[in-house]
T-cell receptor, first 114, second 111 residues
């Protein structure tokens, strides 16, 4: 069965610390991968996406993610977090077939202390 | 270009009442997805619609839930005879070329 899992449910960091949020997927075929962010009181926004090509994907606000096929992983990274990065982060996978529906991980709440 | 619109943002219903949630996709988008987020969980796919067609409803509960996306007007997610377990945030997304854009969600509370 298709699934996406996020290892960390709650992460607390100080400003300027480096961030890595884990995401693993299980899919039968070709998969598209996404990271979304939900700031408090706001809707989900796309941070970055991977469809094919260069496995290192750069997104908005200094975020990047690396697709490692052998590990079935798509971890999100940022070298230096800011207080404004406090939010909930969702990894999602979508099949590249007919429907494109997304399967989301459980989400990771990131709290950045000033 | 306005984003995906959902209304109402908050909806309170008593057990047994009906809930209607509306979603207006981004201009030019003809694909709509509905997702549900239960407390402490990620978003779960419910249904995928194109204009006047349900393409994939594999995530919809078998009873009480229905969705439509008419030729004119917003997509509607309808929940009949709501129960406390229906309390959740309901998000819709519209899609163009594989990327989904999400609305702000409707938070349904069933008393």
């Amino acid at each position: 069965a298709q699934s996406v899992s996020q290892h960390n449910h709650h992460v607390i960091l100080s400003e300027a610390a480096s961030l890595e949020l884990g995401c693993n997927y299980s899919y039968g075929g070709t998969v598209n991968l996404f990271w979304y962010v939900q700031y408090p009181g706001q809707h989900l926004q796309l941070l970055l996406k991977y469809f094919s090509g260069d496995p290192l994907v750069k997104g908005i606000k200094g975020f990047e993610a690396e697709f490692i096929k052998s590990k079935f992983s798509f971890n999100l990274r940022k070298p230096s977090v800011q207080w404004s990065d406090t939010a909930e982060y969702f990894c999602a996978g979508g099949d590249s077939g007919n429907t494109g529906k997304l399967i989301f991980g459980q989400g990771t709440t990131l709290q950045v202390k000033p | 270009n306005a984003g995906v619109m959902q209304n109402p943002r908050h909806l309170v219903r008593r057990r047994g009442q009906e809930a209607r949630l509306r979603c207006s996709p981004m201009k030019g988008h003809s694909h709509v997805y509905w997702y549900r987020q239960l407390p402490e969980e990620g978003l779960k796919f419910m249904v995928y619609l194109q204009k006047e067609n349900i393409i994939d409803e594999s995530g919809m509960p078998k009873e009480r839930f229905s969705a439509e996306f008419p030729k004119e007007g917003p997509s509607i997610l309808r929940i009949q005879q709501v129960v406390r377990g229906d309390s959740a945030a309901y998000f819709c997304a519209s899609s163009l070329r594989g990327e989904q854009f999400f609305g702000p969600g409707t938070r349904l509370t069933v008393l």
